[in-house]
């Protein structure tokens, strides 16, 4: 072995204390172990994962979909704004995506084009996983009497502050229109 194999890729150990062995872990690999396990992942390095994960298992309609975020992420870093993506900047993107997708399937279906409809729903499900875990009716419902009791709206006068503070509050945890029809069912009940 040369002295300059090292310094191509230089291992990393890790000391495991039930076998007292050093077991040599290279760079890409202890990454890999690192990010995979890692809980606050940015969406960008969840993206990346995936996508590699994607190509290797050769799913083409997860590899599109990936690489259709990935380059909603490419686009938001080099509009100039300077900044790393914040995690509600994060579910902006995915809510938007996952957005496209659900009018795309409603078009789709009203044309009479299952099989496309068939396609964007599977791809809306795959953005879906990346989003938070979608609130159900009853709990869309049980926040927006939370919040209408704190801005104190009562009638339908109050639906645009009510909806305002609704969404702001629900942000990537609920649909849009299941918020808007809540919160008219909340003032009509009023």
């Known amino acids: 072995m040369k002295a300059g194999w090292f310094s191509v890729n230089p291992p990393a150990f890790f000391l495991f204390e039930d076998k007292m062995k050093r077991v040599p872990i290279y760079r890409d690999e202890f990454h890999m172990a690192k990010t995979k396990n890692y809980k606050h992942m940015t969406l960008n390095d969840k993206i990346n994962q995936d996508l590699k994960d994607a190509m290797k298992s050769g799913d083409k309609l997860r590899l599109l979909t990936i690489r259709s975020i990935k380059a909603s992420i490419l686009e938001f870093e080099k509009s100039g704004a300077g900044k790393e993506m914040s995690a509600e900047e994060e579910i902006k993107l995915l809510s938007t995506a996952a957005k496209k997708r ?6 789709f279906t009203n044309g009479g084009r299952e099989d496309l409809a068939k396609v964007e729903e599977a791809e809306l499900q795959i953005i879906m996983s990346y989003l938070p875990e979608q609130l159900s009716a009853e709990a869309i419902e ?3 009497i939370i919040i209408a009791g704190k801005i104190g709206a009562k009638s339908k006068a109050d639906f ?3 909806m305002g503070a609704a969404v702001k509050e629900l ?3 609920a649909d849009g229109r299941a918020i808007k029809d809540i919160v008219e069912k909340v003032l009509g009940e009023s």
Do not use: A, C, T, Y
Request: charged content about 55%; aromatic content about 0%; hydrophobic content about 20%.
């Open 102 to 107: 659900k009018e795309s399937i409603e078009q």
């Open 142 to 144: 049980k926040e927006v």
């Open 160 to 162: 645009g502050k009510l």
């Open 171 to 173: 942000k990537g945890k």
